[in-house]
């Protein structure tokens, strides 16, 4: 049989090698089935990337090693981060006390405080006297008292729309809540520490006919504050404005909406 005459093969010196058939239907050639091994990589690949992800994590703001190709390559902790550490022993309700005797302690001690200083309690005399003798160092409590009650007068209440006790009259939901964004410490001398917190507030009586809303305000709350009596406690404390972002286009929700989501929704204990 000479080359060429047996459809499908080749002849080189008296070896025969049978070539494939094409496939009859014009396709290309069949490959083997790969889904099942590709899947696997992936899977493997997503496992590996997470691992690598949590021990990059762990390392946090960890000392650097001696490699001084590595030397200060690693993340640091940011500075305003928060610590997850649980500063404070208090009961729902009651303004948090037994706070760390460091920085971090100052500051989750001033963040709760500002918290305090801007609520509606802080409008009739028993509630605000309740307050000044929880968060105001010993020495200065009654110079506090003082002080408040001149700045808090029936005038000052009928301003807000308010009764001259400072509460909200029949059909009305007075808001006064203070929300901390953040924390700085100014300065700092072990016992003594000065405490900036960035606010935002709501201040307004909500209700269908009230002339005054409620409205959004940001500013800014430094306490000076001193370890008395095994916690930190507010020397003095002053109020500043800004810093303000731009408005948002948000639509301004009805009275009913504000009354309601006052009654509702509960505030926090606050960690630095």
Not at 146 to 151: N, P, Q, S, T
């Given at each position: 049989?000479?080359?060429?005459?047996?459809?499908?093969?080749?002849?080189?010196?008296?070896t025969?090698?049978r070539?494939?058939?094409s496939?009859?239907?014009?396709?290309?050639?069949?490959r083997?089935?790969r889904s099942s091994?590709r899947s696997?990589?992936?899977v493997?690949g997503?496992?590996?990337?997470?691992?690598a992800?949590i021990?990059f994590?762990?390392?946090?703001g960890?000392?650097?090693?001696d490699?001084?190709?590595?030397?200060?390559?690693?993340p640091q902790?940011s500075?305003t981060?928060?610590?997850?550490?649980?500063?404070?022993?208090?009961?729902?309700?009651?303004?948090?006390?037994g706070?760390?005797h460091?920085?971090?302690g100052?500051?989750?001690?001033?963040?709760?405080?500002?918290?305090?200083?801007?609520s509606?309690?802080?409008?009739?005399?028993a509630?605000?006297?309740?307050?000044l003798?929880a968060?105001?160092t010993?020495?200065?409590?009654a110079?506090?008292?003082a002080?408040?009650d001149?700045a808090?007068?029936?005038?000052?209440?009928?301003?807000?729309?308010?009764?001259?006790?400072?509460?909200?009259?029949k059909?009305y939901?007075?808001v006064?809540r203070?929300?901390?964004?953040?924390?700085k410490?100014a300065q700092?001398?072990g016992?003594?520490?000065?405490?900036?917190v960035?606010?935002?507030g709501?201040l307004?009586?909500?209700?269908?006919?009230?002339t005054?809303?409620?409205?959004?305000?940001?500013?800014?709350?430094?306490m000076?504050l001193?370890?008395a009596?095994?916690d930190?406690?507010?020397?003095?404390?002053?109020?500043?404005?800004?810093?303000a972002p731009?408005p948002g286009?948000?639509?301004?929700?009805?009275?009913d909406e504000?009354?309601?989501?006052?009654?509702?929704?509960?505030?926090?204990t606050?960690?630095?």
């Amino acid at each position: 049989m000479s080359p060429g005459d047996e459809q499908g093969y080749t002849e080189t010196g008296h070896t025969r090698t049978r070539l494939p058939d094409s496939d009859p239907y014009g396709g290309a050639p069949r490959r083997p089935h790969r889904s099942s091994s590709r899947s696997l990589v992936t899977v493997v690949g997503v496992v590996v990337l997470l691992i690598a992800a949590i021990a990059f994590a762990n390392r946090g703001g960890g000392s650097g090693g001696d490699d001084a190709t590595t030397k200060g390559s690693k993340p640091q902790t940011s500075s305003t981060a928060p610590s997850g550490t649980r500063p404070v022993q208090a009961n729902s309700g009651t303004i948090p006390s037994g706070f760390a005797h460091t920085d971090q302690g100052a500051q989750s001690a001033a963040a709760n405080y500002a918290v305090a200083l801007g609520s509606a309690d802080m409008f009739n005399k028993a509630g605000r006297d309740s307050i000044l003798q929880a968060i105001i160092t010993p020495s200065r409590v009654a110079s506090s008292e003082a002080a408040f009650d001149k700045a808090y007068t029936p005038v000052f209440s009928k301003s807000l729309g308010l009764n001259d006790d400072g509460t909200a009259p029949k059909g009305y939901t007075f808001v006064s809540r203070t929300s901390p964004i953040g924390t700085k410490v100014a300065q700092s001398t072990g016992n003594t520490t000065t405490v900036e917190v960035w606010c935002s507030g709501l201040l307004g009586l909500a209700g269908e006919n009230s002339t005054n809303p409620v409205t959004n305000s940001w500013f800014t709350i430094t306490m000076e504050l001193e370890w008395a009596a095994g916690d930190w406690k507010i020397i003095t404390h002053s109020q500043k404005e800004g810093p303000a972002p731009v408005p948002g286009d948000d639509r301004a929700s009805s009275a009913d909406e504000m009354s309601k989501a006052v009654d509702e929704y509960g505030g926090f204990t606050y960690a630095r």
